[in-house]
């Protein structure tokens, strides 16, 4: 059986600098790093099905339904091992993957109920005043500690310094001699993503493509530096891009397109129906296919002309 992975390689070769961030191969590829960000599990993982019912991929579940760790660095074969990482945290998993002279770098989405608790902690804050709670004492720590105007989810912004910090102490490497870094990730992930961007080393030039993410910052924050503003792609019918409710200070991403790349105009949702909705969804364990990464990767793929867009991630029994 073919995989959608075993088109990475050629799909990579395509790329070209300077980096157009429309690109519908980069789009494509950001997705299949977002949704593989997802293959990387962990034993701890396994304590209860349930979890699978409010996780948007189909793949997640199907590891946790065998009860098998997985090790994602395997799916690169002979191009993992030092060109690729894990980084875990308490609730987030990033994944990152060198090849010809580019990095990319992926966050999982929601893996666990206590996520939704990041998501509730709706109150923005400065990203600044988490260098004093994290007390950072390491040579690593002046990536962390920039100057970030604006307003930031308060979870979000949390769990991207903590994830963040482990990426810089320990793959630092990794980062260096690259062309450019791309960043991605679905749901939560994608919200981490963007906000991590900024705080990783990055020496040369980067972007973030992110999918069916949240709103995670004030406007301010967003123009505080236009260069590093990401691409938001977002199915119709997806709520997730709509809350938090604009009314606690949030703003919309500045660029917003739907999986075919077309600029999505019609902003009309309510954003309070939608937080209700969104919220009901969570305590009763229901999943939103419109925001299912899977679907959001193949439709990509298609946009893409990718041979392998609607094929099966990766071979499961090749990365346990």
């Not at 992975?5 to 799909?11: F, N």
């Not at 946790?64 to 945290?89: H, P, W």
Request: aromatic share 12%; net charge positive.
């Amino acid at each position: 059986m073919k995989y959608a992975l075993d088109e990475l390689g050629s799909l990579i070769k395509k790329i070209k600098l300077p980096i157009e961030t429309n690109n519908p191969d980069i789009r494509y590829i950001c997705s299949l790093m977002a949704e593989l960000a997802y293959c990387q599990v962990s034993e701890d993982e396994f304590d209860t099905l349930n979890r699978a019912k409010v996780i948007p991929c189909q793949i997640y579940k199907s590891i946790l339904e065998a009860r098998k760790t997985t090790n994602i660095a395997l799916a690169f074969g002979a191009d993992g091992g030092d060109n690729t990482f894990v980084a875990v945290d308490r609730s987030v998993v990033s994944i990152g993957y060198k090849i010809e002279n580019y990095l990319f770098v992926a966050f999982r989405g929601t893996s666990f109920l206590y996520d939704w608790l990041i998501n509730f902690r709706i109150n923005p804050v400065s990203i600044k005043s988490y260098n004093y709670f994290f007390n950072y004492k390491n040579k690593y720590s002046k990536y962390l500690i920039k100057s970030h105007y604006g307003l930031y989810h308060s979870g979000f912004a949390e769990e991207a310094l903590r994830i963040s910090l482990i990426i810089s102490e320990k793959y630092h490497k990794l980062f260096e001699g690259v062309e450019h870094v791309f960043y991605s990730g679905h749901s939560l992930g994608g919200a981490i993503a963007a906000i991590s961007a900024a705080l990783l080393p990055n020496s040369t030039t980067y972007s973030i493509h992110i999918i069916g993410a949240p709103r995670y910052c004030d406007v301010s924050a967003y123009y505080s530096n236009l260069m590093d503003v990401p691409v938001q792609i977002m199915r119709r019918g997806d709520i997730v891009p709509f809350v938090p409710p604009r009314c606690f200070g949030y703003a919309d991403h500045p660029i917003q397109t739907d999986t075919q790349g077309v600029q999505f105009k019609d902003r009309k949702t309510s954003s309070s129906i939608s937080y209700l909705i969104w919220t009901s969804m969570l305590f009763l364990r229901l999943a939103a296919k419109p925001h299912a990464i899977d679907l959001y990767r193949r439709e990509l793929g298609k946009t893409a002309n990718a041979k392998m867009a609607t094929a099966p991630l990766v071979d499961l029994d090749k990365i346990r």
